[in-house]
């Protein structure tokens, strides 16, 4: 039987994922008003890190994001802003170590794209990078800080 903390990331991934469809509220959620997606206490021994964006072979710009600090994680909440004349999200990629965990993202607003990751076996906090965010690039040269990270949670329970 799934954890109370992971039925509640996977409700929030949901909520995330649909956001037009209605879903029940779990008791153990706190709902951020007006938006139907409850909110999260982050651990404050682990915490996101956007890093340097950087060319793929594909040519789009990608951006690693890492989940650095001591211990593990079950899911995190990321929030990301980029200058939407330069980029527009082309996708999220999963590095091995979170092979097993669901990831959802949102990136119907331009220059804004949310990502939601869950885990029902804890993932150990690592230097290596958990996800890469993929962009394609308009025009030609894109600035250093075209991408910033708004909101990153992590859940350690």
Excluded: C, K, W
């Amino acid at each position: 039987m799934p954890s109370r903390v992971v039925h509640t990331s996977l409700l929030a991934l949901l909520v995330l994922a649909f956001p037009r469809f209605s879903f029940a509220r779990d008791a153990a959620v706190t709902p951020i008003r007006g938006t139907g997606v409850g909110t999260a206490v982050p651990a404050p021994s682990l915490h996101v890190r956007l890093g340097r964006l950087s060319r793929s072979r594909g040519g789009s710009v990608v951006a690693p994001l890492y989940i650095a600090g001591v211990g593990a994680f079950y899911s995190f909440d990321i929030q990301l802003q980029y200058d939407a004349l330069q980029l527009s999200v082309i996708g999220v990629r999963r590095f091995d170590i979170a092979r097993g965990a669901i990831v959802e993202f949102n990136a119907h607003v331009p220059g804004l794209v949310t990502i939601a990751f869950a885990s029902a076996q804890p993932i150990q906090a690592t230097t290596g990078a958990v996800l890469l965010v993929q962009f394609r690039e308009h025009g030609s040269r894109v600035r250093r800080r075209a991408v910033r990270l708004v909101r990153g949670l992590v859940d350690d329970h």
